[in-house]
């Protein structure tokens, strides 16, 4: 998948939701509902452990449409990990010109993590697909965005950190490419909550994500 159908993709969803837990036991269960609600692009975290594991059976769990990538990416050999687990995107926390090179050689888009406007900018130069902007609400969330857009507005944006419901409609009608959330979405859900209160969850993210 290249960038361009990568952004197109992405956007056409305007939803990332990300999977991070001390394991990965309830990943695949909790992809499934995540998917029948809407969602259909998912980051299961290399910090979790048997994670490549972990993006195999989400893969199984889900339809061939969902895009299922691995996050916390910082190493070439993450991407190679990645890779080999059958991920079709990577997310990174930081701009490391070694994963977006590694990435570019195995086809991978990357949605690189980065807070300034330098390492914005920096991500985007070096071949990102599309650059989250982390930790979003630490940096004033929506206000940050378009101060950030004002002189960048080429940049396709995926602010992250701290996105609740209330917040997915302000930030895409802002201009971002998509909104990516973790606790606000998922709840405890990784860690054995309740799987019909996540496609609750999950159905007014998605909805909100729609309504652009």
């Known amino acids: ?4 159908q990568f952004r197109a993709t992405v956007a056409s969803h305007g939803l990332v939701a990300i999977l991070r837990a001390d394991d990965s036991k309830h990943f695949a269960e909790a992809s499934e ?4 609600s809407g969602v259909r692009v998912l980051e299961a ?3 979790t452990p048997d994670a490549p594991a972990a993006i195999a059976a ?6 061939e449409d969902a895009m299922v990538g691995a996050g916390s990416v910082r190493t070439a050999t993450d991407v190679d990990t990645a890779a080999e687990a059958g991920a079709t995107f990577l997310v990174t ?3 490391n010109p070694a994963v977006l090179s590694r990435a570019a050689e195995l086809g991978l888009p990357v949605l690189c993590g980065a807070m300034t406007p330098t390492e914005i900018d920096y991500a985007w130069q070096l071949g990102a697909a599309a650059v989250k902007i982390f930790p979003a609400a630490n940096l004033g969330g929506l206000g940050y965005l378009k101060a950030v857009r004002a002189p960048m507005p080429d940049i396709a944006l995926v602010p992250t950190g ?3 419901l209330e917040d997915v409609g302000p930030y895409l009608a802002a201009g971002a490419l998509a909104v990516a959330a973790a606790t606000p979405l998922l709840g405890d859900v990784l860690s054995g909550g309740s799987m019909t209160d996540l496609a ?5 993210f ?5 309504q652009r």
């Open 200 to 204: 609750t969850r999950a159905a007014r």
């Open 33 to 36: 509902v995540l998917y029948k």
């Open 206 to 210: 998605a909805e909100a994500a729609g």
């Open 162 to 164: 701290g996105v609740k």
């Open 45 to 47: 975290t290399l910090t």
């Open 1 to 4: 998948m290249g960038n361009q």
């Open 58 to 63: 989400i893969r199984q769990s889900v339809g």
């Open 93 to 95: 926390p930081t701009v």
